[in-house]
Structures are given as structure tokens and as C-alpha cells.
Nanobody
């Protein structure tokens, strides 16, 4: 059984930082492309970062230069370091495994069938 477990969300002030983690089990992590997506209430599911199994990384336009994704194959974990956070970054952040990169999608992130696996999400709230 595949599981993706996110952690690290919370509440911070404008300009603060958070680091999210997503630990995978039940899949071949080293061969899996991994994505971070987010969804604010009433908004589409939006790309945050996408990392291929060989380490190539892509970012959504709204987070470029502020967020950095990384992966630790020994720990089956991907990380998302979020700096210079803004109120517009407030959303539920989801980890996803084994799917293609997409910019945005309507509906709930976890219902985007492009990905085989989704985590449960972690809330990030940024106050002004």
C-alpha cells in the first residue's frame, strides 16, 4: 500500500519560512517523479514544484526564487523549503507521486487522475 505523508505545515507571518516534508512508502521512490501542488479555497489545484527522479526541478511561476524542492532518496522523502512567504501562499499543500507535471487543474488536487498517488495535504497559513 502506497502512502505519502506530508508534515511541516503551520501558521507564519508574511516574510517567514516553513519547510514541508513528504515521506513515501510502498513505492520505488528513487524512480518516482514527485510533485508539490497547492490549493486555496475556491482556487484551482496549482503547481508548486515538480522534481523528476533524476533531480530536474520545475517551479510554478508564483514561487520561483522563493521556494526550493529537494529529495533524499535514503529517507524516501521530498522537501519543500518555502521562504519569503506571502499571504497568497496560504493553501493546503499536497505531495503527489508518479505523474506528469501540470500547471493547474480544476477541482480538488487529490482528484487529479494524472497522478497515481496523493498525500492528505498540510495546511500553510500566512498572515499579513
Amino acid at each position: 500500500q502506497v502512502q505519502l505523508v506530508e508534515s511541516g505545515g503551520g501558521s507564519v507571518q508574511h516574510g517567514g519560512s516553513l519547510r514541508l516534508s513528504c515521506t513515501a512508502s510502498g513505492l520505488t521512490f528513487a524512480e518516482s517523479d514527485m510533485g508539490w501542488y497547492r490549493q486555496a479555497p475556491g482556487n484551482e489545484c496549482e503547481l508548486v514544484s515538480f522534481m523528476t527522479s533524476d533531480g530536474s526541478t520545475y517551479y510554478g511561476d508564483s514561487v520561483k526564487g522563493r521556494f526550493a524542492a529537494s529529495r533524499d532518496t535514503a529517507k524516501n522523502t521530498v522537501y519543500l523549503q518555502m521562504n519569503s512567504l506571502k499571504p497568497d501562499d496560504t493553501a493546503v499543500y499536497y505531495c503527489a507521486a508518479q505523474g506528469p507535471r501540470f500547471s493547474s487543474a480544476s477541482g480538488s488536487c487529490t482528484r487529479v487522475a494524472l497522478y497515481k498517488y496523493w498525500g492528505q495535504g498540510t495546511q500553510v497559513s500566512v498572515s499579513s
